[in-house]
């Protein structure tokens, strides 16, 4: 088993910035995909920014230009510097991390949210 935490989460003022960690720790073989999600309540969960174990990134398009995805795999840990943020970034962030098993099979593991308010 893996267990992600997260940290970072807050009040902030739109326009302002802040940084999201998540760490892995537990049973870890191989992690490849990190990345962040966030929800709203009555909504979906919706992808933020993912990390491959290489280095590629893919971002939401409300998101681009505004959030940077960065992770340390030396640490299993991945952050989201977020700046410029928006009332509508308000949501509870979630960590989500997708690790290679032994027999080549790939587990999804999730932190349990940190959440985010951006005031108007």
């Known amino acids: 088993q893996v267990q992600l935490v997260e940290s970072g989460g807050g009040l902030v003022q739109t326009g302002g910035s802040l940084r999201l960690s998540c760490a892995a720790s537990?049973?870890?073989?191989?992690?490849?995909?990190m990345g962040w999600y966030r929800q709203v309540p009555g909504k979906q969960r919706d992808l933020v920014a993912v990390?491959?174990?290489?280095?590629?990134?893919v971002y939401a398009d409300s998101v681009k230009g505004r959030f940077t995805i960065s992770r340390d795999n030396a640490k299993n840990t991945v952050y989201l510097q977020m700046k410029s943020l928006k009332p509508e970034d308000t949501a509870v962030y979630y960590c989500?991390?997708?690790?290679?098993?032994?027999?080549?099979?790939?587990?999804?593991?999730w932190g349990q949210g940190t959440q985010v308010t951006v005031s108007s």
């Open positions: 989500h991390a997708r690790q290679m098993t032994m027999n080549g099979n790939e587990d999804d593991y």
């Open positions: 537990g049973t870890i073989f191989r992690i490849n995909d």
């Open positions: 990390m491959t174990r290489g280095g590629s990134t």
